[in-house]
């Protein structure tokens, strides 16, 4: 039998080389993070983000068409993020990603823009012949979104460990009318349609991957600078920690 005093020189000299950490970070399981929302939102840029501070922009030509998954630490938590294309022609394989990940999640990424969407052949539909931003386009975005949002909220919602977190990108396009736009997510036409997902305790925040002007010619709020783009990431990484840490499936 191993003596008591040999038992703690092999655990000081464990913990003092770093061993226990790695066996410990290991043994620990990824908090998985499913990304749901329409193409042309912002997804994969939004995913870019958390582990570049200025990541590059996405073309709108340039579609996620499969489901992937990323691994990421935050604050040496492991995370793994499933990315979903957004196409509405995309729907078997958003709906394979839910059905596999659903038994495990610790939360729901929902990307949302408030219309500001971008497609590979959208620019002629956002744009009047006089470079002014059409406002039905913002508004079919927006009722899109809803749609998209039908396909999944009564299947992932209800009574469920996991939390529902509505991350509204784009903030740079649209920051200077940011009343209404909360609104519309927290408690509005947005939140209405919730559905069973309203028992997910949701929460919704803002973000800015990038500044980029919608298809490279709309204008920008102006009033969204650098540094709100870094508190709106840094926001974001606190919420992600905060909800594993409040409880899931994978919480410790």
């Known amino acids: 039998m191993i003596e008591e005093e040999t038992i703690k020189q092999v655990y000081e000299l464990a913990k003092k080389q770093g061993w226990l950490d790695k066996l410990v970070s290991l043994l620990k399981k990824k908090h998985k993070m499913l990304v749901l929302g329409p193409s042309g939102v912002g997804k994969?840029?939004?995913?870019?983000?958390?582990?570049?501070?200025?990541?590059?922009?996405?073309?709108?030509?340039?579609?996620?068409?499969?489901?992937?998954?990323?691994?990421?630490?935050?604050?040496?938590i492991p995370f793994e993020f499933i990315d979903t294309p957004g196409q509405v022609d995309h729907s078997s394989i958003r709906m394979k990603a839910i059905r596999e990940s659903i038994g495990s999640l610790d939360a729901i990424i929902?990307?949302?823009?408030?219309?500001?969407?971008?497609?590979?052949?959208?620019?002629?539909?956002?744009?009047?012949?006089?470079?002014?931003?059409?406002?039905?386009?913002?508004?079919?975005?927006?009722?899109?979104?809803?749609?998209?949002?039908?396909?999944?909220?009564?299947?992932?919602?209800?009574?469920?460990?996991?939390?529902?977190?509505?991350?509204?990108?784009k903030a740079d396009l649209w920051w200077d009318n940011k009343d209404d736009v909360f609104r519309h997510y927290e408690n509005g036409e947005y939140y209405e349609e919730l559905g069973a997902c309203s028992q997910l305790s949701p929460m919704?925040?803002?973000?800015?991957?990038?500044?980029?002007?919608?298809?490279?010619?709309?204008?920008?709020?102006?009033?969204?600078?650098?540094?709100?783009?870094?508190?709106?990431?840094?926001?974001?990484?606190?919420?992600?920690?905060?909800?594993v840490g409040k409880g899931g499936f994978n919480a410790k």
């Open 204 to 243: 919704v925040i803002h973000h800015c991957s990038v500044f980029h002007k919608l298809y490279g010619i709309g204008s920008m709020s102006g009033s969204f600078d650098e540094n709100d783009r870094t508190l709106a990431r840094a926001n974001l990484l606190k919420t992600l920690t905060e909800v």
């Open 110 to 169: 929902n990307v949302v823009c408030y219309g500001y969407h971008e497609y590979a052949r959208g620019k002629e539909q956002a744009f009047g012949a006089d470079g002014t931003l059409n406002m039905n386009y913002l508004e079919d975005n927006r009722a899109r979104e809803i749609r998209a949002l039908k396909e999944w909220s009564e299947m992932l919602g209800g009574n469920a460990p996991y939390r529902l977190i509505t991350v509204i990108t």
């Open 44 to 76: 994969t840029n939004l995913l870019q983000s958390l582990s570049t501070l200025t990541p590059e922009v996405i073309h709108y030509s340039r579609r996620t068409s499969d489901s992937t998954k990323s691994n990421l630490k935050i604050d040496d």
